[in-house]
């Protein structure tokens, strides 16, 4: 930017392009100054801006899809000091998820590498990553993370802006505009045409190991061989609806988490431990009663952005075909008479039953 301008200062007088501003102007005129802005309403200037800034997205976007496919990353975690090698998304997932410190989805990073040092450093120099307080020691750091849920990064710090993609998007714009606007103003402008949209699919984890795979079906097949765990056949044969699969997938993963086999309720030292157990006895298929893991408290997620929670369906497409072709009418009843139909009304004998059952 300041290359062009210098070389376009040289050709023209500067007055061509910017606007003057006089200070003092009721001063005597030796001590008037005169300034010269020098913005984007000038055409020119903002041609420049624009340019500047997709030539800008464009490197971004080929760095992150280096980091994407990229598979000598080596990184250590920043709260166990375990060591990761693979692909970047590896040690991200295993923050998340091991120590609730979650900084957004490896596929909107970039410059991972140089964002993961920018925090370590921030720790090493014994300061928190959320609240940015200095602490006399390590302990007292981890401590006052834990407590005060701190495990986060500071959303004002534009120091970080570098590390999104979010932020290369629209020239001027930072992650907090973009995420304001309204997506309602776009619907005016749609074009029918969607033949060059291209998605980028999400990586979904396995519930017993830390195997990802980029569609569901991969990652079901994946769960079946290796864990002898066939997810649809269960919802087939309990006839789960979506949310008790939510509860379902967020009870094997609070119980994988606290490395506890939910088949016997043995507990072990670690993961790899827990694995081998579950394989050896065949327990990923040993469910124990549905009233241990249909409960209020599973409807929350254990890992934040659990990429397999958004795949769960209850459409009839997943449905066997004997499923299919069952018929259960519906019939409505007549609300005008409320009275009336309290005492004929056809829930009175399924309470009763239920009554009798119970």
Avoid at 244 to 257: G, P, T, Y
Wanted: proline share 3%; aromatic share 10%; with cysteine.
């Amino acid at each position: 930017y300041i290359l062009y301008w210098r070389k376009r200062f040289t050709e023209q007088p500067i007055t061509d392009f910017c606007s003057v501003i006089r200070i003092n102007s009721t001063a005597p005129f030796e001590e008037q100054e005169n300034y010269f802005l020098l913005c984007d309403v000038l055409p020119e200037d903002r041609i420049l801006r624009e340019e500047l800034q997709k030539q800008r997205l464009k490197e971004i976007l080929e760095q992150q899809q280096q980091e994407r496919n990229d598979t000598n990353f080596h990184g250590i975690c920043m709260f166990c000091n375990e060591e990761f090698l693979g692909n970047r998304s590896v040690i991200l997932n295993h923050m998340a998820r091991e120590h609730a410190f979650n900084i957004g989805l490896p596929d909107n990073i970039v410059n991972c590498n140089e964002f993961l040092c920018t925090l370590q450093k921030k720790l090493d120099n014994l300061q928190c990553l959320y609240c940015e307080k200095t602490f006399r020691d390590k302990n007292t750091l981890k401590d006052h993370m834990r407590k005060k849920q701190h495990r986060k990064i500071n959303p004002k710090n534009r120091e970080y802006d570098r590390f999104y993609v979010i932020n290369y998007l629209e020239l001027g714009k930072s992650w907090e505009e973009v995420q304001l606007e309204d997506d309602r103003e776009l619907l005016d402008h749609q074009e029918d045409d969607w033949s060059d949209w291209e998605e980028h699919p999400a990586s979904a984890i396995c519930l017993f190991c830390e195997k990802q795979a980029e569609t569901i079906e991969k990652l079901y097949v994946h769960m079946e061989d290796a864990h002898e765990f066939d997810l649809l056949k269960i919802k087939s044969e309990l006839g789960l609806n979506f949310y008790q699969q939510v509860k379902l997938v967020n009870f094997i993963r609070r119980q994988v988490h606290q490395c506890r086999c939910y088949g016997c309720h043995v507990k072990f030292k670690s993961k790899a431990d827990l694995r081998t157990h579950m394989e050896e006895t065949k327990h990923t298929s040993l469910l124990p009663d549905r009233k241990t893991w249909d409960q209020l408290e599973y409807y929350f997620p254990t890992y934040e952005n659990d990429t397999l929670l958004c795949t769960l369906s209850d459409s009839e497409s997943d449905l066997t075909v004997q499923e299919q072709n069952e018929s259960v009418p519906i019939i409505s009843e007549d609300t005008s008479k409320l009275y009336a139909l309290k005492q004929s009304s056809i829930l009175n004998q399924l309470l009763l039953q239920e009554c009798l059952k119970n």
